[in-house]
Structure formats: C-alpha cells, structure tokens
C-alpha cells in the first residue's frame, strides 16, 4: 500500500465533496450541483460505494484524491499530502518509505509554521512603528486594510527585537533552530541576526496559502542596503515557481479567466486595493516556464504590467518565448511613460482604457523592436530585423504571421518579400495538468459510443454486486468489449477471492488505465448503477450473448475461408478447436 492508497482507504469521498456541494441522496448515489461548472440541474454524482465521483455535464471524474487535486488545482501528489494533513491521518508502521515520508511532511509543516508565527511577530511590530507604517499608508498608499489583507509587517531591529521574536516563536513551539533552518535568523559565534531588520515584510505564500517565504523592502531614504531581500530558495521557496499573491487571486483569476502580471508586490498590492483582485506578481526575478506553467493551470489570459523602462520591455521580450509553448494569450498594457502600476493607481485613473488598448505581445514586440533598430547602424539592423523574424516565426497561427510581418515591413519601411517568410515552428501546448487534459482533450467518452446500452447496464451491475455476478457468470463476463472486458478480467486475475476488499481492488484497476478508459467506466457505473436483480441480469446477459454470438460466428467464418485459401491446415484446425471451446464455454453456461 502505498500513501495514495492509505488516503484513499481512510477518507469518506461524501464527507471530502459534502464541504464543498450540497448532495442528495438518490438510489445508491448521491447528487448535488458540479463544484467544477456552472449549473442550475445537479449532474454531479458521488458514490461513496466506490469511493469516486462522476460528472455528466464536464465529465470531471476520480476519487478523494482527484477530487482534491482539482479543487486545490494541485498535483496528485500534494493533494495526497494535504488530505493526510487535514485529516490527521496517522501513516502507518508498514507503509514503504514511512519514515522518510513522515519526516518530509514534518519538515514541510514546520517550515510554513515557522514562517506564519513570523508573519504574526512583524504585523505586531508594524503597529508599534509609526515610522514604517506612515511609509505604507502616506507613501505607498496602501490603505490599512490592504496591510490587513497581505499580512504586510515590519521586522523590528536590534538585539532586543530579536530576543523579543525567539521568544514569541517559543510560546508557539517554534525552536530557534526553526528560525535559522528557514533563513530568519542567521547565528554567528557572537551574534543572532537577521538579514529582514529594519525592513517592510510582505509575507510569501504559495498558491495554497501556506507561508513560505519573505520579501523585506527598505523604507528609510537614508537606508542604503539593497532595496529588497528575499528569503533565501530551499524546497518551499522556489522564486522561479512562486507567484505572490496567487492565494487571494486564483478564485478571481479562473472566474475572469485572466490575471495580471506585475513585477513587484506593491503593484501586486496596488492592484488589488483599486478592484483588480486578480494579480499576481515575481518576485523580483525573470518570469519562467514555471511561473507560465503555474499560470495557465487557472486562466488562458495574461496581461502583463510591466515598467515601460528598457529592463521591462527586456522582460517582456523573453515571456515571448515562454508562452507560446503554453495554452494562454498574453497582452501587454501600456502605461504613460514614466509611470508604474501603483503610482498610476493612486493618481486616481484607472486600468480600464488601458486594457481595452492592450496589445497582443506580438505585435507588440514587433512594434517595439522596429522602433529601436531604425535608428541602429545596418549590422546591428539586420540582426535585430533577423531577430524579429525568428520571434514572428514561432507565431502558430499563419494569418496572424502575415499580418506581424506586413506590420513590420511597414514599420521599417522594407518591402515585404525581403522579410523572407519561413515555416512557422509549431509545437504543441505542453505542460497541461491533469484536470486540463480531462476537460480539454477528445478523452470524451464518445470514444466508446459503440458499446451498447446492455454492456454498460451489465458492467454496471456486475461492479455493483460482484457477489452475485463475477463468480457466477465468468468467463462469460470477458467477451464484454474494451475496457470492460481488461477490468474484468484483471479483477478476476489479481485475486483469488474478489469480494473481500473489492473496492479497493476495483480502485486499483481503475487506476490502471488510461485516463480516457477511467472516466467511461467512472460515467457508465453512474448512469446504469440501478440496482438489479438476478433475473435481469440473466435477461441482460442471454441478450448479450446473442449479439455476442454472431459476431464470433462471422469472425469464425472469415478466420475459416482465410485459413483455407492459404491452405493453412495448422490455422484452421486452431479456428475451429477455438471455436469449439468457446461454444462449450460460452453456450453451456445460459440455458
Ligand atoms: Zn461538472
């Protein structure tokens, strides 16, 4: 057994999906409104039976795992680990890897525990310093509120500040050792010191809301220390993959289906407190695949706020590059020269006029690159002309290819044809998450259309009641059609008494196959899960066999006549022993 297993079998699917949607019981299932779509009709079922859910309007499917995963929009695996987390789950003495698993999540709670009590200490402190305070409400006009809202603090300084944050992190079962571990604290033979002093704290967490992390901003005109510290990167801050504030904005993000994308948290926080609730920013480092990768799992919309200085559209160029290997449309606002997102707010306008006038990336790099190499020398001309080309050529899209070229011909006052077109360098999306490709992908269900009704109902009755049906009617049971026959038979074949543990083993099964084939059977044990009785099953069953039939006795016929004209006396007499059995085995069981 391993931890998705030991999740699995310890956790109530109807407890986990009751905290999220309202459910009714009906029949052997329970309904209740999607959690993952808009609509008015529950088509939404749960089967606390086999610990999985359905739903026939997005055909989102899986079990308690999934199910997180999707809701937290996380991998399997963290869903897995907050699962056990939230519900105290004590992991057992024979699970493999226990020890080290138990001391990851450990380390992992401790880190983010270490970090919250810090978050606690600085927001105490910011109200004790009029100094730093003044900074954010009178300068930075962040109302107090927002301060509330971002946990925003100030880190005391001096030996006595440091004492005073040991302490208060004693009282909270946080150990010195924590403070240091998590690069709060930095111990020298003389000295406890920390690099965050005499700093404005924004606190970092990760998309769950779990403190991970710190940036301290200087405030002081007299402070010449670099404007920002970072917390140092370990395991649980990873700049390159951290967005600040995606805890606040994702509900917003994947409402609007679009976020804003800011360099620094006080347009991040500058942002939110003018009515954009979704934005995020870096943190202080160039936006990477990760950040991309994180982003296109809530939304297919960016707008990208950068400073309109040479370092922001450098910035801007190099997203280019990320993005067109992902799913998601980025647009570029742009702000009067000289102004920032949060300077701009607070003079009282607003973002709308400039998203309305936002430019696809494309264009817009098009636009600037020609604007600074008309005035270069032709060297330099023809590299950044060839530059242009190269970016314009990872457009997919061809119309749109044309149409950046002609603009950029026009802008540099070049005829066209010497702006030599080449083939478009198309790959495909990569890096969707799972729950992406069960919604966006043909993995529908229509793959499958062709198994008859009397298969499903068959199927569905059988995992309903394996009691009654597997033993009694195998091997009859295997001629169904893909996949049911490959779960019958592998259930048939991992074990020799099926009913003990039987959900768990079907889980396992299921498991097994391609997402596709998962979210058939998911589909088909919902729809046809009515209970049935012996006689109706036969009924089903007798029906079955007579499709079933014919269609071995035309392949049979076709085995035969091919055999025969090649003369292969070896094969015809397999056919026809084969058929023989079949008959035996398939005809001597329904009389
Ligand atoms: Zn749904």
Redesign the pocket.
Known sequence: MDLFEFVKSNIDILDLVREHTSLKKTGVYWKGR????H?KTG??TVSPHKGIFY??????NGDVIGFTAKIENCPQIDAAKLLADKYNLQIPENLANRDQLKQELQIEKQHFKTCEIVTLWCQKNLTKNSLAYNYLVETRKITPDTIDQFKIGYFADGPAAIKSLINFANSQNILLTDLINANILIQTKTNTYSPFEDRIIFPITDYLGRYCGFGGRVFKTNDKRAKYYNSRENPYFNKGALLFGLDKARKSIQKQDAVFLVEGYTDCVALFQHGYPNVVAILGTACTTEHIKLISRFCTQIYVLYDSDQAGQQAILRLTELCWNFNIEVKVIILPEGADPASFLASGETLETAITESQDIYKFIVESSCKSVSNEKLANKIQGIEKLINIINTVPDQLKRSILLEDAARSLGLPIDSLRIKPAKINPPINLTDSQIQVNSNHSPTNYIKIDLIEKKIFAAIINKPELFINQYHPLITQLSTPFDKVLNTLINISVNLVDNFEYKFEQVLGSLDLAQQEFIRQTIMSEGAEIGADEFKHLMLLFLQKRWKFIIDQTKQQITSAQNNLDHAALAKTVAEFQKLKTTLLGEIK
């Open positions: 999607c959690p993952f779509h609509e088509s939404f739903c026939f309007g997005c055909h989102a």
